[in-house]
């Protein structure tokens, strides 16, 4: 690695950096541009198998060759700073891009916008038995290759999955994310702040995951879970404070879309495949949920004020109430289990999924001796209260196989209560010496 980036930096780079301060009808202007042109005397990994160690040398970077911007900083401003407007960045051309947007009048109102993205590199050299890679749904090869084929690594190459059955070929595991958030803050007299931003984060790619085909006592496979996923978050907050009393509140709303809610792989072992742990025991397929769409809403407020006796009361209260409900996958998919016992059938089609919490906090410090003693009470509530339905199944399917677990079983969920508090006095004996005596006390129900 540290040869690779001698290379990079040293022989392999021009950058020439432009810098400029003028002026332009009455406002300043000041910044610089640096681009880079970026080329490799030799591979970065040397006589090394190509690929073997991309992965690591690009595991958050992208080390393209060619033309792009390393830096950018231009600012136009007034000569009393009254008003300024700032465009940055740096990486643009690159997968790591960054750029921000800034305009601002001092004291006054501020808004702007950037936009960062970012890529993780799992694999560059990856490879799979499984020769259809429709998004989420995974293929075998039909007969099946043998076990030992799995157990030693070996995969097809791109030039040996039939043509167009086979996406991603580059043998990249990746994702990439793109975030871009938008605010506006005001400040409409010397105490009182208010501001809005808007966040939005979409992640794109594939990320290594494990599935298990009749456990226990089945087999497993190492597949790729596709990344579509989106986040929508926006913040309200406000602000006021005065010599005595300090005021802050605030709403959060966050919604999480996720393209894709499960994943399907054919079962290495089904049908009968030679040195499998129970040939042809289990389904011919496995299905794995993904993380479901929900939603997250937050109401917050927190204060604190100034009282006589040296006494300073902080307290702070938080209420949010989380959303669930995608639609549940099936107890299984294989060999028409389902239809042949009915009880099998779920319960209910999702969860309705309700949990709402409930945070309080209050911290009161006083000294109202001459005597250098501080006294301290601290309390703490935290209530989660889970609304979900609570399904009951009639019937469990053992190991994706025909034996079934008849019975009642409900699925648990619970809420409870947490409680915290203390009261000590502390006694500063010295500079370098104190002497504290309290009581405390926590609750869980």
Request: charged residues 15%.
């Amino acid at each position: 690695l540290f040869a690779a980036l001698a290379i990079l930096v040293a022989p392999g780079v021009a950058s020439p950096q432009t810098k400029t301060e003028t002026q332009l009808g009455g406002w300043d202007l000041a910044g610089f541009i640096e681009p880079w042109l970026r080329f490799f005397g030799e591979n970065p990994n040397g006589d090394r198998t190509p690929g073997l160690r991309d992965a690591k040398l690009e595991e958050y970077r992208d080390i393209n060759t060619g033309l792009y911007l390393e830096g950018l900083r231009l600012r136009i401003f007034r000569p009393a700073e009254a008003y300024s407007f700032q465009i940055s960045g740096k990486d643009w051309g690159l997968k790591t891009q960054e750029f921000f947007l800034l305009g601002e009048r001092l004291g006054q109102w501020q808004a702007g916008f950037d936009w960062d993205q970012m890529r993780h590199i799992y694999s560059t050299n990856s490879q799979s038995l499984y020769t259809v890679f429709g998004q989420n749904i995974f293929i075998l090869p039909n007969p099946r290759p043998p076990l030992q084929q799995w157990n030693s690594g070996e995969g097809w190459s791109c030039t040996e999955a039939s043509a167009g059955t086979r996406q991603g070929c580059d043998g990249q595991i990746a994702q990439q994310w793109y975030t871009g958030r938008v605010f506006f803050k005001l400040s409409p007299t010397p105490n009182l702040d208010l501001s809005a931003e808007y966040t939005r984060i979409y992640k794109d790619g594939q990320r290594p995951i494990g599935i298990a085909f009749g456990s226990p006592g089945g087999t497993f496979a190492e597949l790729v879970q596709p990344i579509d996923q989106t986040i929508h978050e926006f913040r309200i907050r406000g602000s006021w404070q005065s010599p005595m009393v300090q005021l802050q509140w605030g709403t959060t709303s966050s919604v999480f879309v996720n393209g894709f809610n499960w994943l399907r792989a054919d079962n290495p072992c089904n049908p009968t495949t030679a040195g499998c742990p129970a040939p042809g025991s289990t389904g011919q397929f496995g299905t794995l949920s993904l993380p479901p769409n929900n939603q997250a809403y937050t109401v917050n407020i927190a204060g604190g004020i100034n009282l006589p006796l040296r006494t300073r009361v902080n307290a702070s209260l938080a209420y949010q109430v989380r959303l669930q409900n995608q639609d549940f996958q099936q107890q299984t998919y294989s060999n028409g289990l389902v239809a042949a016992n009915p009880s099998l059938q779920l319960p209910q089609s999702s969860l309705h999924g309700n949990v709402q919490s409930f945070l309080f906090n209050l911290d009161v410090t006083s000294r109202p001796l001459p005597v250098p003693v501080t006294f301290s009470l601290k309390y703490r509530l935290y209530n989660l209260m889970d609304f979900s339905h609570t399904p009951v199944f009639s019937a469990f399917l053992i190991k994706d196989q025909n034996a079934v677990s008849p019975g009642r079983e409900r699925a648990g969920r619970y809420d409870f209560q947490r409680q915290n508090a203390s009261l000590d006095g502390r006694w500063q004996v010295s500079p370098s010496a104190a002497l504290t005596l309290g009581v405390g006390l926590e609750a869980f129900n």
